[in-house]
């Protein structure tokens, strides 16, 4: 069974889709091809997809659907050959899964046009921080991406239960939004932006509009 993934992160091998593939491929166990959406012209790539049994597409969410990139990869995508599957990873960093209904829908949609069988599609969402938070804080979501990528690399499917944990809250109940709330009021979940804004010089400028007509002069 050959099987190529593909990065449709607008920040290719630097952001955080590209630490979700290496989790999912160390517990795979497996070395399958990535293709970078960001660095390929879309025509050629969509060609090329044709010559594999399996694609495994992981993206971010951006603005509850997907990055440019993946939207100009799928106009160029055909109907598909005999057999061929498809299935796709989403993780986003709000943390209700409802973030992606829409695009869900799509996807499942999008692989039932061009004719794949569907493998579904994973979510997972509060991963904005992944890149930036240490190890022990990205435990759990690791332990269930390697439960996936063996899953896969086992059955050629998605773990149901890998998938579910990974799923996590789809919406907040009132009570988890009050909690919230209460922490913005004192700051608690600023502190890792901060430092991020602060690190890169940029903390003084959080307010700006640049896009506001009085500020081009
Ligand atoms: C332009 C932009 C739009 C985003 N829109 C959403 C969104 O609608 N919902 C959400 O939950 N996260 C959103 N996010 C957060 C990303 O999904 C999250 O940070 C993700 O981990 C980024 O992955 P990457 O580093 O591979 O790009 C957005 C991020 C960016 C940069």
């Known amino acids: 069974m050959s ?3 593909i990065n449709g ?3 290719g091998k630097n952001g955080n889709t590209e630490i979700f593939i290496r989790q999912f491929l160390s517990g795979a166990g497996e070395e399958y091809p990535v293709r970078y959406a960001v660095k390929e ?24 659907a997907m990055p440019g990139i993946v939207m100009k990869l799928f106009e160029q995508m055909r109907p598909c050959g005999e057999g061929q599957k498809i299935g796709f990873v989403v993780q986003a960093g709000f943390i209700e899964g409802a973030q992606a209904r829409f695009l869900v829908r799509y996807l499942d949609q999008f692989a039932g046009r061009l004719g794949y069988e569907n493998l579904g599609t994973v979510t997972n969402g509060d991963a904005a921080g992944t890149s930036m938070l240490p190890e022990f804080m990205n435990r759990k979501r690791f332990k269930h991406l390697n439960a996936l990528g063996a ?10 239960e890998a998938a579910a944990l990974l799923a996590g809250i789809y919406e907040l109940t009132p009570q988890k939004v009050k909690m919230l709330e209460a922490m913005n009021k004192i700051g ?5 932006w901060k430092k991020f804004w602060r690190d890169n010089g940029q903390l003084e400028h ?12």
Do not use: C, W
């Open 3 to 5: 099987t190529l993934i």
């Open 9 to 11: 992160s607008p920040r």
């Open 41 to 64: 012209d879309p025509e050629t790539l969509a060609e090329m997809l044709r010559q594999y049994d399996t694609l495994l597409i992981f993206m971010p969410l951006y603005v509850h």
């Open 151 to 160: 899953g896969f690399a086992g059955k050629g499917q998605f773990d149901r």
């Open 188 to 192: 608690v979940s600023h502190i890792m």
């Open 206 to 217: 959080g307010l700006d509009r640049p896009f506001q007509p009085d500020s081009f002069g």
